[in-house]
């Protein structure tokens, strides 16, 4: 059984809100980060190849500000990618898959 690690940092502008990781195994796994100036961020994630999906919503102080869904592509990678979420906050991430590991 193959899972993919996706480590993630959530941004607003220049500030880190929020940096952490989640293991995409193959039960659906639900996340729950606290960030920084009240931001809260659940994801959702399951492997599944080719790409994982991933599920994520954000709130501040209680109030939804954006959900957003991705597929992020099975692979490792050595440097970070990085993608606008709701003109609101830039997610940068990347990624290890991890061969033969029990979900």
């Excluded at 993630?8 to 659906?28: E, H, I, N």
């Excluded at 399951?46 to 954006?66: D, H, K, S, T």
């Excluded at 597929?71 to 609101?88: K, P």
Aim: charged letters at 30%.
């Amino acid at each position: 059984m193959s899972a993919l690690f996706i480590e993630f940092a959530f941004f607003d502008k220049d500030t880190l809100l929020c940096r952490s990781g989640v293991r995409c195994g193959a039960a659906k796994a639900v996340e729950h980060l606290d960030g920084v100036g009240g931001h809260k961020f659940e994801l959702s994630s399951q492997f599944e190849e080719p790409a994982c999906p991933v599920e994520i919503e954000c709130r501040r102080n209680g109030a939804l500000l954006y959900k957003a869904a991705l597929r992020v592509g099975v692979h490792t990678s050595d440097d970070w990618e990085s993608l606008d979420l709701a003109s609101i906050h830039t997610l940068a991430f990347r990624c290890r898959k991890e061969d033969d590991i029990r979900a």
